[in-house]
Structure formats: C-alpha cells, structure tokens
C-alpha cells in the first residue's frame, strides 16, 4: 500500500484540481479519475491509502464505485454528495462508505475528515497486532510465532497470514475469494484453489488444536 496516497474521483475539473492541491499541501500524493471506471482501475493499480469519491459522476455513480469496491478491498472511503441529503449519507455508510463531506465544503473540513478516517484505521492496524489464542492455537503476530496445544508450529509467510486472518474472524464463514483478496492481496490473480491447498497445510500442521470448517459453497470458517 502507498503510503499517505489518495485516490480522488471526480469528475468537475475544478474541484478536483483545488481538493488535490489542498491535499498535496498536507503531504498526501493525489490522483485523480474523472469517472468511476478510471477511479476502480486506479485504485486496484495504485492500492491507496484512502479513496475520495464523488456520487455524482458521468458512469457509474458514487455509490456503485462504493460498491464494487467493497467487494475487493477495504480501503477506507470519503463520499462527496453533492447535497445535504440525508438520503445519501444513509445510502453512503450503508454501502460501506467510511465518511461523507457535503458539499460545497472547505477544504480544512475534508482534510480533517481525510486525518480522522486514517486515524480511524491505524488503529484497527494495532489491533491487528494483538495476540490471539482460538482454541488449542495461539498466534502472535508481533513476532509471528504459532503454538499449537503448547508446541511451536512452523508455517510458512502464507500459511500465517491466512491462519491470522482467519482467527481474526474465527465463527465467520469466509468465502474463498474473500480469503484470497484479504491474504494474498487485491491484485493477486491466484485461484482460489490455493486457498484450499493452504488451509489443508494448516489442518494437517495444527492438528487437533483447532477445527477449520468448511462450508459448503462458501469457503472456510474457523471453529470459535
Ligand atoms: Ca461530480
């Protein structure tokens, strides 16, 4: 992920240019798509650390973009509506938009929205951090040791990545796209048969110490 990189969908030139100028001033490197399509495209090349959305666009609007964004990333979202209306705000957070600026807007106001939303997230990162203990397992990802019923397992890079991730959302049942998107990351074009090839290494490496089940037509969930 680049560091401090926004990515700014919106179609009027003027309000692009001054938002992007205002941001850049702040530190943020800024990069602008005129319509949705470009915008989706950016953000899977460019991997952002926040993305700034306009609902209002020439293709696919705002909240659309939203969407399929959410089903490939959780990149943290800033909806522009374009009026006060509640209807949006509600349509926006719903859809899995992080925050919204009415407009128009001061551009402090969106820079402290853009600060708030990161902080926000920073923090999820620590708690990503946390050592976790499902069952028989305990995993720290600190110094990304496994234990086993007591006993250290090794696991390779991947094999701990989607061991985490799945006692992070240990009793959730996980699909197997979702898997590969959040453990191998948004721009890897795998099958989801890897995943199925790392949680059978799993199973054997852990032994009984945890069950991973699977669920029909889904993918995998890890017993609580
Ligand atoms: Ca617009």
Redesign the pocket.
Known sequence: MAARSIVLV???DSIASFVAMYLEKEGFTVQVAADGETGLDLVRSQRPQLVIL?V??PDIDGFEVCRRLRRESDVPVIMLTARDAPTDKVVGLEIGADDYVTKPFDPRELVARVRSVLRRYARDDRDRERPLQVGGVALDPGSREVEAAGDPVRLTAKEFDLLHYLMLNAGLALSRNQLLEEVWGFQFAGDTRTVDVHVNQLRKKLGGAVTIETVRGVGYKLRR
């Open positions: 919106e179609d009027e306009d209002m666009l």
